[in-house]
């Protein structure tokens, strides 16, 4: 069993930036990959990036590429998204999640969810 919480949401203007953090907790956290999706009012979840359990492999979204980053901290076990540049369409609830042993880009393959935190950009 894994348990993750996420924080650092929050109100920012157009330009601005944030960084949001997975703290997660269970005996195997380490050997998961972390997964960050979005999820806007009436859409469906989007994939935003996604990092191997080693730190090595990274991954991303074609709407964040070169403004999004995703980091982890092992020793921690806390897994980081650094936004800089937010636009108003990055508004979104942000989840985080772990899929064991993969570094998977569709939601379906994860075993592990937050609860969210909710990022606005206002313009």
């Known amino acids: 069993q894994v348990q993750l919480v996420e924080s650092g949401g929050g109100l920012v203007q157009a330009g601005g930036s944030l960084r949001l953090s997975c703290a997660a907790s269970g005996r195997t956290a380490s050997t998961y990959g972390m997964g960050w999706f979005r999820q806007a009012p009436g859409k469906e979840r989007e994939f935003v990036a996604v990092i191997s359990w080693g730190g090595s492999n990274s991954y991303y979204g074609d709407s964040v590429k070169g403004r999004f980053t995703i980091s982890r901290d092992k020793a921690k076990n806390t897994v980081y998204l650094q936004m800089n540049t937010l636009k108003p369409e990055d508004t979104a609830v942000y989840y985080c999640?772990?899929?064991?042993?993969?570094?998977?880009?569709?939601?379906?393959?994860?075993?592990?969810w937050g609860q969210g935190t909710e990022v606005t950009v206002s313009s």
């Open positions: 999640a772990a899929a064991k042993l993969r570094v998977p880009t569709s939601a379906g393959f994860y075993d592990y």
